[in-house]
Each structure stands twice: as structure tokens, then as C-alpha cells.
């Protein structure tokens, strides 16, 4: 067996846990570095099995209280301080119904402009031009293409008409 083997075995052992298994007794007793190892364990686990933690001050109790306390009184303070205070809370909902005002009247002058520069942009060509062709085309592409549905429906090419 080999040191690391036996060094992942060894808080195992020292605690006394398991008992110790014949190779790891017998890798101990040819490693020197192991055993001690091992015998360290040991006695940090006794020197850890004496200690025993100090007791309290009669104080502690009252002194923590009282920083409880004071946490508290510190948190009640904080960020949401000022919504219990009525004028800074007025002031608040003032500007929270100003600003949705603004954003609304900015969004209806938005759309008149949209409308308006629009119609203010339109030009209109004189008749016969290129220009007025493609207005008229542009205007009634709907009913345009509708009656190309029509012709479509009727079944007959205005070729078979025409001669």
C-alpha cells in the first residue's frame, strides 16, 4: 500500500472509527512519515477531546439585546423611511402622474405630427404624368387588384375576346 492510500485512511484510524486494517498496521510500521502522521492525529483528537469552550459572561444576553435593538432601530430607518413621511410621499406621487402626463402628450403630439406631415408632404402631379400614374396606383391597389380577382373568376382571357 502505498502513503497516499494510508493518508486518506488516517483521520479514520486516529479517531478510531475503524479499526486499523492489516495493510495500513503493517504500511505504519515500515513508514516512518506515516506513523507519524498518524501519531500527530492522535493527539491533536485528545488536545481537541480537553478543550472546553469558555462560558459565557453574565453580561452577554443584555449586551446582545441591546444591539439587536439597535439593528433594528438602524433597518427601520433605511431606504423606505421617507414613504412613511407625507409630504416627500405627496411630492412623489405628483411627479409619477406629471412624468405619465408628459410621456402621453408627447406621444399624442408624435401622432398629429405623423398625420399632419403627411398630408403636408403630399404632392400632387399634374395628370398624365408618370408621377400621377403611379399616385393612382398607389391609392387604389386594393380595389385594382380586386377586380384582377374578378377577371380571374369569369374564366376567360380577354385574349379569346379580342379576336
Not at 380586386?146 to 376567360?156: E, H, I, K, S, Y
Request: proline share 5%; charged share 20%.
Amino acid at each position: 500500500m502505498n502513503c497516499r492510500n494510508v493518508y486518506d485512511q488516517l483521520p479514520d484510524v486516529a479517531l478510531g472509527n475503524m479499526p486499523v486494517p492489516p495493510e495500513v498496521d503493517g504500511h505504519l510500521a515500515e513508514c516512518r512519515e506515516c506513523a507519524n502522521t498518524l501519531q500527530a492525529l492522535r493527539s491533536t483528537m485528545n488536545l481537541l477531546d480537553e478543550w472546553r469552550a469558555p462560558a459565557p459572561s453574565a453580561f452577554w444576553d443584555v449586551r446582545m439585546q441591546a444591539r439587536l435593538r439597535e439593528e433594528q432601530q438602524k433597518a427601520s430607518s433605511g431606504f423606505l423611511q421617507w414613504f412613511r413621511r407625507p409630504a416627500l410621499s405627496v411630492a412623489a406621487a405628483f411627479s409619477l402622474v406629471l412624468g405619465i402626463c408628459l410621456y402621453q402628450a408627447g406621444r399624442f403630439m408624435h401622432d398629429s405630427e405623423a398625420t399632419n406631415g403627411a398630408a403636408s408632404m403630399k404632392v400632387i402631379a399634374p395628370t398624365g404624368t408618370a408621377v400621377a400614374d403611379l399616385q393612382y396606383l398607389d391609392k387604389n391597389s386594393e380595389l385594382l387588384q380586386n377586380f384582377d380577382a374578378l377577371d380571374d373568376m369569369d374564366g376567360t382571357d380577354d385574349a379569346d375576346t379580342t379576336n
